[in-house]
């Protein structure tokens, strides 16, 4: 195994009623301003927004609104919420959304601690931010698990690039599963699935046989598709979503990849191709995983006919290419795109596109086979 250091800084409050139980804990320990960060609507629409914000005056707190942070955030909302947050001295951020918001709340609130920009600081100069505001986030959307980790995925609209940043991890998080019975059944799924390719792009990762790692992240897929049929049938299923919540955070808060490599190269193309389409994040993997998995079946066929067997109940020793077929029959299954033409797009998704997106993805090295630059555009062009 590799060395490793593990030490967490989000506590968790799971379960109905969390976010009561959560902010009553939590707010005597920040200053009076908060930032109440959400999305497009929904959370105004549900009533979350309003019962957080009676909790939070209920506290003392004044209120500033900080809406309208868009799926697959980008820099210039992450600067509009800085100059926000500094403008009104905010002491505390609240995120209340998915991992968009979430994301766009953690790089915010290490934006308005500094002038200078983060985007330079981190991909030109690699440094790190030194000081955040301090960030919760209250989870309405679950799947990216981006309320463990001190991560954050932006778009540069200007480069089209769309890149993880490191950033504030959130203080605490408000995991209650009722949050999410509102969500469209289309984003349950995709959600879901994004939870299902970060546990799969972990165990994908170079490691060594027998790697505890390995059989928690078998564990956490095996409970994401169970309870992924469950919601299929019964989108109410409260005890599913609870489950798929907290599969979310698992595949994430770093428990899986803790002393192991990872490979996340299906995520490295699925974000460039957000960057050209503004795509769905979980629909577009759930395009790109069974196509990239055909052409490393075959380097690690140990590793995938475990993943049948132990995810999908294919008999031991099956092919590999077996379990790849059985992941793109449950995508189908789920009623997930299964090609490019499928996803929504502010572009139209042709080869020319498709070479950008491969000339400009990230490469992976601890994947169990580099690819090259034209291997990712004949798996992107095989989406077709
Ligand atoms: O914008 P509103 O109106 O709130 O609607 C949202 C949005 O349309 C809606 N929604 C959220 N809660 C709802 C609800 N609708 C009804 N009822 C509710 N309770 O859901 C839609 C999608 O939200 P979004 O936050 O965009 O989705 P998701 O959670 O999938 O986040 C995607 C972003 O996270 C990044 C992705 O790249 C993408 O930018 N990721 C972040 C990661 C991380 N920080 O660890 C890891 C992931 O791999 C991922 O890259
Ligand atoms: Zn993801």
Known sequence: MQSFVYSYPTKVYFGQGAARQALEAELASYGPGV????????????????????????????????GGIMSNPTYAKVQEGAKLARAHKIDLILAVGGGSVIDCCKIVAAQAKTDEDLWEME???????????????????????????????????????????????????VLDPAYTLTLPMSQVLSGAFDTLSH?????????????????????????TVVNMRRVLKDKDDLEARSN???????AENGILKAGRKTDFQA??????????????HGQGLAVIHPAYYRRIAGDAPEKFARLGQVVFG?????????????????????????????LRSTAVIDKDLLRKVADSCSLIPTNPRPLTRDEVYDILCACL
């Open 244 to 250: 798929l919540m907290w599969d979310a955070a698992m």
């Open 123 to 173: 991909f030109t100069h690699h440094r790190l931010p030194a000081d955040v505001i301090p960030m919760g986030a209250v989870v309405t959307a679950s799947g990216t698990g981006a309320e463990m980790n001190g991560g954050a995925v932006i778009t540069s609209e200007g480069q089209k690039r769309k890149a993880g940043m490191a950033a504030a991890a959130p203080r605490f998080a």
């Open 267 to 280: 995520h490295q193309i699925e974000h460039q191709l957000g960057a050209y389409t503004d795509c769905n």
């Open 35 to 66: 930032m109440l960060a959400c999305g497009g609507g929904s959370v105004k629409r549900n009533g979350i927004y309003d019962a957080i914000v009676k909790l939070l005056r209920d506290a003392g707190k004044t209120v500033t609104d900080f």
């Open 314 to 342: 294919l008999p031991a020793g099956a092919a590999p290419q077996a379990a790849v077929d059985a992941l793109a029959a449950f995508i189908a299954e789920c009623g997930l795109p299964t090609r490019l033409g499928q």
């Open 199 to 223: 546990a799969m792009e972990t165990y994908f990762g170079r490691s060594d046989a027998d790697n505890v790692s390995d059989d928690v992240a078998l564990a956490v897929m095996r409970n």
